[in-house]
């Protein structure tokens, strides 16, 4: 049972256009949420975070939307660069727990 | 800066071996997780630990183990190796208990079970 789902497995966007990638969840118990990017022979590194208090959280080309009611959560970069291209997971985790529940991941290929 | 090694970056193992994969971090991080990564399944946890030689079940233990004897390293065992797990295995760590957390990614070890 995926409780975080990504249901885009790839995206691609032109250079200088903003990529959108969304997530969604299932398990009301989750309370924070973060966006982690993958590039091909690396570990996943972390790129950005919301908790459930917020709606939205910014760090320069990166932005995270949060919208509990409807267990959604979306990534936005913007302008996009072609160093951006990697896989993308989200991954959410619960109060009190330390285990990441991750989504399967986009591939985000952003093309010149 | 904060550094997560793993052992080896590929591996390849037959039917029934015993595997190790090897992970260290530098940072004296208390946590330290096993993950694999498969292809439309994303990363899935097989084992963490929040302290030496305390261990924890993850999403998919079977067919693992886990050793921490020093707080630095966290071994991943596979007792009797399948083709089933041919996988990109990660291994990170974090520093303490708060939600908040980032985990630290290695480079990860793409195994390969023939």
């Known amino acids: 049972d995926q409780q975080v789902k990504q249901n885009s497995p790839s995206l691609s966007v032109q250079e200088g256009r903003i990529s959108i990638l969304n997530c969604d969840y299932t398990n009301s118990m989750f309370d924070y949420f973060l966006w982690y990017k993958k590039y091909p022979a690396e570990g996943p590194t972390f790129l950005i975070s919301i908790s459930s208090i917020k709606d939205k959280n910014e760090d320069g080309r990166f932005t995270v939307f949060l919208n509990k009611s409807a267990k959604h959560l979306s990534l936005h970069i913007v302008p996009s660069q072609p160093g951006d291209s990697a896989v993308y997971f989200c991954?959410?985790?619960?109060?009190?727990?330390?285990?990441?529940?991750f989504g399967t991941g986009t591939r985000l290929l952003v093309s010149p | 800066d904060v550094k997560v090694t793993q052992s080896s970056r590929y591996l390849v193992k037959r039917t029934g071996e015993k595997v190790f994969l090897e992970c260290v971090q530098d940072m004296d991080h208390e946590n330290m997780f096993w993950y694999r990564q498969d292809p439309g399944l994303g990363l899935r946890l097989i084992y963490f630990s929040y302290d030496v030689k305390m261990k924890e079940k993850g999403d998919i233990p079977e067919g693992y183990s886990v050793s921490r004897e020093k707080k630095e390293r966290f071994s991943l065992i596979l007792e009797s190796a399948s083709t089933n797990q041919t996988s990109m295995y990660l291994c990170?760590?974090?520093?303490?208990?708060?939600?908040?957390?980032?985990?630290?990614f290695g480079p990860g070890t793409r195994l390969l079970v023939l």
């Open positions: 991954a959410a985790l619960s109060r009190g727990f330390q285990k990441l529940v």
């Open positions: 990170a760590s974090s520093l303490g208990l708060a939600v908040q957390e980032t985990q630290y």
